[in-house]
């Protein structure tokens, strides 16, 4: 079993698309051991994408995500991290696999609807950024 950290940004809340993604990481055998609403500041942003933070889009990236709320959830299952990835879709919508959530919903190539974590070392340090072991229910 594995776990990783999900965000429904705040372009998929403002869009009405909370619903959707549950849906797919239902049907998905994803299973949600943790979920909640959060509203970040920019700073709390910024630290979340620390590892990004020589890259050009990091201002951009960390005000967008910074603007609404996100819903943040833990998911797990078997290979939950690249299983999840498959699910998301390539960082650029537009060379997403059809069928998955940005080739279907995205925008933008910022604006692209959820995170997953990218390995396992990212999906502890993702978790624990907005999780104490109290909120995730085993
Ligand atoms: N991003 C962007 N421009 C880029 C690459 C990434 O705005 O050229 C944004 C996008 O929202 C992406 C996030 O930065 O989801 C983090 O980038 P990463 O390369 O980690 O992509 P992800 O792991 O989300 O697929
Ligand atoms: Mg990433």
Known sequence: MQTTLSIVKPDGVSRGLIGEVVKRL?????????MKMIHM???????????????PFFGSLTEFMSSGPCVVMVLEGEDAIARYRT???????????????????????EKNVVHGSDAPETA????GYFFNRFEIVG
């Open 26 to 34: 239902e049907d998905n055998d994803l299973r949600i051991a943790a």
């Open 87 to 109: 699910l998301m879709g390539a960082t650029n919508y537009k060379e997403a696999d059809p069928g998955t959530i940005r080739a279907d919903f995205a925008t933008d190539i």
């Open 124 to 127: 502890a340090f993702e978790i």
């Open 41 to 55: 500041t920019r700073t709390q942003a910024e630290g979340f994408y620390a590892v990004h933070r020589e890259r």
